[in-house]
């Protein structure tokens, strides 16, 4: 059951801070950006920053204990009975919070380096200010319509930020994907409001889960299956991924910021903060598993096809947030959530310095026209490695410590299978990570030497304004891992027992220690480092690479070339389909039956009004006989009905 503070009055002024300081951000920006340009970005950042500043200070607000609950809420409005709107920070909300806002400040602090000189710099500050108040609405909210309100806001922000570049056709498309596959999921959110308001009446966190006995299972499993369609849709799952790697079209900040560390984890918060429906439902439990074990091994796979450095790194959060969904899916909740706390740092990393070398390159993104940048950038090669390190799960680094709970975790629950899944997904993302970084940074330069010399959009600005927030990224995904030592004991687990203490126990060790499932994962993951090597980073491998790697990329299977054929499968599905319908109706709907019929109206009044006016003659012998007529018509009816009674 989810413990939280219901029915506490008192108010929470810095709660209500954070949640409102990057509204007002965004709306001073949007109304004065464009005469104040370069310096809204400073305007965004400290205004994100002071957010962060209160969420620090809202810790105690978030771990107190009233009346047996533990966290704080704060009353908003109460609309109708049972829809009470408010705030509510609670240990799981807190962490989201922090990261949005700290990493997002980070983020921000990058922004200024990266767009520096852009003409519209002031909008897209106001457009990040934006998105962290959705996601800030999403995560805070108490109730499930609060909740649906930031699913929606973060779909039209992510809209705004992905089609920042309007000019360039490829973003405009991508973030009309985006924004529609988004909408497909809201509206299985909102189908699953639909009917818990219909049963219980009521769509507080604390109201529904209370009451979730009175739900019989069908109507249980219904409900989760709704609410993961959202998931599914906002964190990438297979089959609505396809909109992630398209994403990547808008700047790199927006990759780093929605794709890597906030939006795309909106799904595994919402599982996790409805656990006490999944717990409910075993078929829901295992049909998400499955899902997130089944888009984990895909997004690895895909990953093996992309020469594009923020497509791999798309398709390798798409795999990382299938580790997380399979995680909560299957009740393993802690190591889920511990995964997107050390995820968030780690790609966050990953992507900014990806952006530090796309800027330093002129906006080049395919790797087999880098290489040899070791030497060149060694600030961008310790970013890339740290982070490469920890999403394969290498000791001491975050990613070895929450992959293995989220591995251990699936087999603590009983799922094998899904345990030789997320192995396998292991080896695969440590051979596609590596083979990025050798073909980055080993051998010979590999780019012209006209590159870089005019970069696609102007940037001016101190290195340092890049590289700070980077450096800083390092740091926890070198030691937030640490926090999950002790296992039952440890303050990683401390912190969330009023959460989850009272949720889903393991039910089998299948005779395999966490040690030895540790060793397993390192072993496969160092297989998947050699044969990059190998491969790509000895003597041999280097030799002609450029002609080497072209030969790669023209004999590479069309089944990864082509992603699986998913984008054709859904153009085929509801893309075409929903076209032809649109032609049909634009062709005879609405030209026979809309145009048609007011035609048909119009000239159906002439014709009546030539009719009557025919009988305007101007005889009174004419009128004399109508009325004669119209006598005549009333008596035979009064005296048919008087014959029939």
Not at 172 to 187: E, L, Q, T, Y
Not at 202 to 223: E, I, M, N, R
Not at 569 to 578: H, I, M, N, R
């Amino acid at each position: 059951m989810l413990h939280h503070a219901v029915g506490i009055s008192a108010h929470y002024p810095l709660l209500l801070a954070t949640w409102l300081l990057p509204l007002a951000g965004a709306l001073l920006l949007w109304s004065t950006g464009p005469r104040i340009q370069a310096k809204g970005a400073v305007l965004g950042t400290t205004v994100l920053g002071a957010a962060f500043v209160t969420a620090l200070l809202s810790i105690p607000d978030a771990l107190r204990a009233a009346d047996g609950y533990v966290g704080a809420q704060q009353p908003l409005v109460t609309w109708l009975p049972g829809m009470s709107l408010g705030l509510l920070l609670d240990p799981l909300s807190l962490l989201w919070t922090l990261v949005i806002t700290g990493v997002g400040f980070l983020i921000h602090v990058y922004s200024i380096g990266y767009l520096a000189g852009d003409r519209a710099i002031a909008r897209f500050f106001a457009y990040l200010n934006f998105f962290v108040f959705a996601m800030l609405t999403l995560v805070l909210s108490d109730n499930f319509l609060g909740l649906l309100v930031g699913w929606g806001l973060v779909g039209l922000a992510s809209y705004f930020l992905i089609g920042f570049w309007f000019e360039k056709p490829s973003a405009v498309a991508a973030s009309r994907k985006a924004f529609v596959i988004n909408v497909a999921g809201d509206v299985g959110i909102m189908l699953a409001i639909f009917i818990l308001f219909a049963q219980l009446g009521t769509l507080s966190y604390g109201g529904v889960f209370a009451h979730v006995a009175q739900l019989s299972p069908s109507t249980l499993l219904a409900v989760c299956l709704f609410l993961f369609v959202g998931c599914a849709a906002k964190s990438a799952q297979v089959p609505l991924h396809t909109w992630l790697p398209d994403a990547m079209e808008g700047p790199t900040p927006v990759s780093a910021l929605i794709h890597a560390a906030t939006m795309v984890t909106a799904g595994v918060y919402l599982i996790a903060r409805c656990h006490p429906l999944w717990d409910a439902s075993p078929d829901a439990r295992a049909f998400v598993g499955v899902v997130g074990a089944i888009t984990a091994l895909v997004g690895a796979i895909l990953g093996l096809g992309q020469w594009d450095i923020k497509r791999i790194l798309a398709y390798s959060t798409m795999s990382q947030i299938g580790y997380m969904i399979m995680g909560v899916g299957v009740g393993a909740y802690q190591a889920g959530v511990l995964h997107f706390f050390a995820h968030a740092f780690f790609k966050a990393q990953l992507f900014l310095g990806a952006g530090i070398i796309i800027h330093a390159l002129g906006d080049e993104q395919d790797i087999r026209r880098m290489g040899g940048l070791a030497r060149k950038m060694p600030f961008a090669l310790l970013a890339m490695l740290t982070g490469t390190l920890a999403i394969c799960g290498i000791f001491p680094f975050s990613g070895f410590f929450s992959k293995d709970a989220i591995l251990y975790g699936v087999l603590e629950h009983g799922h094998p299978y899904l345990y030789f899944i997320g192995v396998l997904t292991a080896a695969i993302t440590a051979y596609y990570m590596f083979r990025m970084l050798f073909v980055v940074f080993a051998g010979q330069a590999r780019t012209p030497a006209s590159v870089g010399e005019h970069a696609g959009h102007a940037h001016h600005a101190p290195a340092w304004l890049m590289q700070l927030p980077v450096a800083l990224l390092i740091v926890p995904t070198i030691g937030i891992g640490w926090l999950a030592i002790g296992g039952e004991q440890s303050p990683w687990a401390r912190f969330f027992e009023p959460i989850f203490g009272a949720s889903l126990q393991p039910l089998a060790r299948l005779g395999m220690s966490e040690a030895t499932s540790s060793l397993v994962v390192t072993s496969v993951v160092l297989l998947g480092i050699a044969t990059a090597f190998f491969v790509y980073a000895t003597p041999q491998a280097l030799r002609n690479a450029p002609e080497r790697l072209q030969r790669e990329g023209q004999r590479m299977p069309g089944m990864l070339t082509h992603a699986f054929y998913f984008d054709d499968a859904l153009d085929g599905l509801f893309v075409q389909p929903t076209r032809a319908l649109g032609r049909f109706c634009a062709a005879t709907v609405e030209r026979d039956v809309l145009d048609g019929g007011v035609h048909d109206i119009t000239v159906g009044a002439r014709w009546l009004g030539h009719f009557f006016r025919s009988f305007q003659t101007g005889f009174v012998r004419a009128y004399a006989l109508v009325l004669a007529l119209g006598v005549a018509a009333f008596a035979a009816y009064y005296v048919l009905v008087g014959v029939t009674r």
